[in-house]
Every structure is written in structure tokens, then in C-alpha cells.
């Protein structure tokens, strides 16, 4: 008897799922500063704000889907507990049976109108966490630069000076 293997690939995740991480990664560990006019804590609000708007419309999304799901099988299941019309024109279940396909009809339309209007909607709230994920970037270098001091602080070279000679 030989065991075959079965290796699961690991997906790679996408960029938007990694920027998601980065942003909540941000979120998480923000200082929160007391001081509620500063750039860093706009920053800080503005990715939790994004962040969590982009939660909540994948949770409206997945519920639609849920919900649209469940309709979906009800009428599958109506239409297959309809016995086959016999071959008489005026059977009064064939009319029920095309009303019910043309609600599952209607309830594919539903669901691709959704997918549309999420990815519309995702393009949108992605483009915006990029672009504070980038703000927060630039911004915390930009802190590191003017929280580190001039190289000549400590010699007293700003003035061409050495600290010898003064």
C-alpha cells in the first residue's frame, strides 16, 4: 500500500490583503497621542476610520451573500419539488415553474449587481487606506529624521568650527 501525499500550496497573499495587515498592523500599534491635533493622531484615526469601514462592508456583503444564497437553494428547491408538466399546454404548474426560474433568475442578477457595487466600493476605500498607509509612512520617517539630531550637534561643526578650537 502506498500513501500518497497531497502538499497544499500556500497562497501568497495579494497586496491588498498584505496592506490590509500593514494597516492594521499601524492601527494596533499606535500610541494613541493625547493630543488629538497632530498629524500622527489624524493619521492614527483616519486608518482606524478606513480600516474598520472596509470590515464592516465586507461583513453587509457576506450577510447579502448569505442571504441571497439561502433564497437561491429555496427556489432551486421549489422548482425541483414541481412535478414534470405533462405535455398539456394549460397545466397551471408550468407557469409556476417559469415564474419561480425567472426569481432565480432575478436572484443572479441581485448577486452580480452586489459583487459590482463591493468592488466598486473596495477600489475605493483600498485606494484610501493605500494612501494613508503612504502618508504614515512618509510621516514616521519624516519623525525619525527631526528626532534624530544634527550630525553637528555634538561637534559644533555648524559654524565651521571643530569643538577644539572653540
Excluded at 427556489?75 to 426569481?103: A, F, G, M
Excluded at 436572484?107 to 503612504?134: H, I, S, Y
Excluded at 525619525?144 to 577644539?164: I, L, N
Aim: hydrophobic content about 30%; proline content about 4%; glycine content about 4%.
Amino acid at each position: 500500500m502506498t500513501r500518497i501525499r497531497i502538499i497544499k500550496k500556500e497562497k501568497k497573499p495579494t497586496f491588498v490583503e498584505q496592506l490590509e495587515a500593514r494597516a492594521r498592523a499601524l492601527v494596533k500599534d499606535a500610541n494613541h497621542h493625547s493630543d488629538c491635533r497632530s498629524v500622527e493622531s489624524a493619521l492614527e484615526q483616519e486608518l482606524a476610520l478606513v480600516v474598520s469601514h472596509i470590515e464592516s462592508v465586507r461583513n453587509v456583503h457576506n450577510n447579502l451573500r448569505r442571504n441571497l444564497l439561502r433564497h437561491e437553494c429555496y427556489l432551486s428547491t421549489e422548482i425541483l419539488q414541481r412535478e414534470p408538466p405533462e405535455p398539456v399546454y394549460d397545466d397551471p404548474r408550468l407557469s409556476e415553474r417559469d415564474r419561480l426560474r425567472d426569481r432565480l433568475r432575478d436572484v443572479d442578477k441581485e448577486r452580480r449587481r452586489l459583487a459590482l457595487q463591493e468592488d466598486e466600493t473596495m477600489r475605493g476605500l483600498q485606494d484610501q487606506l493605500l494612501q494613508a498607509v503612504n502618508r504614515s509612512g512618509h510621516l514616521g520617517m519624516r519623525l525619525r529624521r527631526e528626532s534624530r539630531p544634527p550630525r553637528w550637534a555634538d561637534t559644533g561643526q555648524r559654524y565651521g568650527r571643530s569643538r577644539v578650537n572653540t
